[in-house]
């Protein structure tokens, strides 16, 4: 018994600290700046392109031709996982991955664009010929400019793989305002 309550110590101690100064932590997690692992030199927050928010909007329309007629878009799990592993590559990559980390994530990625039949999609192509291009790479080779433009072509993977999602879901809003507009005038109607 005694045994147990040591293991379980530190971590209700730090779970206290972490309730107790919840606010001063916050504060500080809000202003770091760059994290580092060992000798690999990372991006700093924000200041990579993709960190800042873009506004598409109309232009977006014509980064693919809306034709996936042969997408699996029943498979939401290999949907759902396509998006999470770019994105997770796009992160590793900025902040300092291993060049194996990176192939991963490119891989990972490819596998669910198959199984949702997009790898003939551009954004297909462009996922493809990226996994190519890293498995052809020394880590040596990953400098910041080259992880950047890693991440910049991954985002537009994502934004073609979405805009052919967005084709496909006749219903589809892109706009929040719209969304919250429908969601207030739906609670209104709510009987309490």
């Known amino acids: 018994m005694v045994e147990l309550a040591n293991k379980i110590a530190w971590p209700l101690v730090a779970l206290f600290i972490c309730i107790v100064f919840r606010r ?6 809000a202003r770091i700046e760059f994290l580092s ?4 030199k990372v991006v700093k927050f924000g200041e990579a392109s993709t960190d800042t928010p873009r506004d598409l909007g109309d232009e977006r329309i014509s980064i693919v031709a809306p034709d996936a007629s042969g997408a699996q878009w029943t498979n939401s799990g290999n949907l759902f996982w396509l998006g999470h592993d770019l994105m997770w590559t796009m992160q590793v990559s900025l902040r300092g ?6 192939l991963r994530g490119l891989r990972q990625a490819q596998y669910h664009m198959e199984h949702i039949n997009l790898h003939q ?7 493809r010929n990226l996994l190519e291009g890293a498995g052809h790479t020394d880590e040596s080779d990953w400098n910041a400019q080259k992880r950047e433009k890693l991440a910049e072509q991954l985002n537009i993977v994502l934004d073609e793989v979405g805009k052919l999602a967005e084709f496909n879901q006749p219903d589809f809003q892109q ?15 709510s009987v309490v």
């Open 24 to 29: 001063p932590l916050t504060s500080l997690i």
């Open 37 to 40: 692992f060992g000798e690999h």
């Open 97 to 102: 991955a291993s060049l194996v980390t990176i």
């Open 121 to 127: 999609s551009p954004g297909g192509i462009r996922l």
């Open 175 to 189: 706009d929040i305002k719209s969304w919250s507009t429908a969601a207030a005038r739906l609670n209104s109607r």
